[in-house]
């Protein structure tokens, strides 16, 4: 009964849990009803607002497309006839730069003329000079060549002085020392006669000597050794003198015979000797004229390398003073067409500069 009464209330309570939901669904559908009812009444109204709007917005497009094709229609004549305007400035401008042109040919011709003009004077000039030049070179080279003979001569004669001087101071030196020595030998000869006693004992190492030789008993071991060095000294310089005037007496007898020889016969030999002469003679002129050659030729050289030089710097003097003024019209024409193109751009429209699809 229990079981049965509890079941009961609780199929009470589920059944009024069901009516309360089922009133709570109606209730949430009223209002959503409602709910859309009021969304669709304001969607209506929105729709309504978007409809008028973009009617405005296809009034305003539509007008703004007229104003466009009609500006573009003012540009498209007015750039037409900017285009025609500067067709006839290049033309001009064209017509204007012939006439220059021809102008500056003209005055060119006209400065090529001078020029050549002051390029002959000054090559006849440089010519001359050259010329004066080359004889001053010259006569400096044969009066550098007649002083150096001069210089070589003096050189000769000042070494044959001083070979003499030397040959006279050494004999002198010779004949001093000679007498020097004489002197000395003399002095040792006359100390060594006279007599000393010695009573002593031999030194040691001396060997004996024979007993009738008073001047080898009465030296010491040292003056007997300087003794014999000068004796052999003594002895080389009188053979030295001796061959020297051996080889004196030689050469003037060989002089002696030269001259019988020049005054008998001729030599043989001398017709040999005078054409070897000839020929050095021949030589020492054709070396001459090698050299004179040489030199002209150097000389011929530096003045065509000096010519190109100065045409090469009159080229580019030329080059740059003409690079002025043809930069000078060049800057002036690209100014002209700057401010040309500037002014076209200050007299051009607002928003002209737009592409198409963004100019609405």
């Known amino acids: 009964m229990q079981e049965r009464s509890a079941n009961e209330i609780k199929k009470i309570e589920q059944e009024k849990a069901n009516n309360l939901a089922r009133k709570r669904l109606d209730q949430v559908n009223k209002w959503e009803a409602k709910i859309n009812r009021k969304s669709r009444s304001l969607a209506e109204r929105a729709r309504e607002a978007w409809e008028l709007i973009r009617a405005k917005e296809q009034r305003l497009r539509e007008a703004k497309d007229r104003l466009i ?3 573009w ?18 033309a001009m401008d064209e017509t204007r730069d012939m006439i220059n042109d021809e102008k500056d040919k003209r005055r060119a011709r ?11 004077q000054e090559k006849e000039v440089q010519e001359e000079k050259d010329e004066r030049r080359k004889v001053i070179h ?7 060549k007649v002083e150096a003979m001069h210089r ?10 001083e070979a003499t001087r030397d040959k006279r101071i050494h004999q002198l030196t010779e004949a001093r020392v ?14 060594a006669l006279v007599p000393h006693f010695d009573g002593g004992e031999k030194e040691e190492g001396e060997e004996d000597k024979p007993a ?14 300087e003794q014999a060095e000068f004796q052999k000294t003594f002895e080389f310089q009188q053979r030295a003198d001796r061959r020297a005037s051996r080889a004196v007496q030689i050469k003037k007898e060989e002089a002696k015979r030269a001259k019988l020889d020049q005054l008998g016969a001729k030599d043989p030999k001398g017709r040999e000797i005078a054409r070897i002469a000839m020929w050095r003679q021949e030589e020492e002129e054709n070396k001459e004229r090698l050299e004179k050659a040489k030199l002209d030729k150097e000389l011929k050289f530096e003045e065509a390398q000096k010519l190109k030089i100065q045409a090469d710097i009159k080229r580019v003097e030329t080059f740059e003073k003409l690079e002025k003024t043809r930069r000078e019209r060049s800057r002036e024409r690209e100014e002209r067409r700057n401010e040309g193109a500037r002014a076209r751009i200050r007299n051009a429209a607002v928003g002209s500069a737009m592409t198409l699809c963004l100019s609405y």
Not at 110 to 120: F, G, N, S, Y
Not at 138 to 144: H, I, N, S, V
């Open 212 to 225: 009738d030789d008073p001047l080898e008993d009465t030296m010491t071991r040292a003056q007997k050794q």
């Open 178 to 191: 000679r007498k020097f020595r004489e002197r000395q030998y003399l002095e040792q000869a006359t100390a």
């Open 110 to 120: 006209i400065e090529k003329a001078r020029w050549d003009e002051a390029r002959r």
């Open 152 to 161: 070589a001569t003096a050189k000769r004669e000042q070494a044959r002085r």
């Open 73 to 90: 229609k003012e540009k498209g004549e007015r750039w037409l006839a900017n285009e025609e305007k500067r067709n006839k400035y290049e």
């Open 69 to 71: 094709a009609e500006t």
């Open 138 to 144: 010259l006569e400096a080279l044969r009066k550098a």
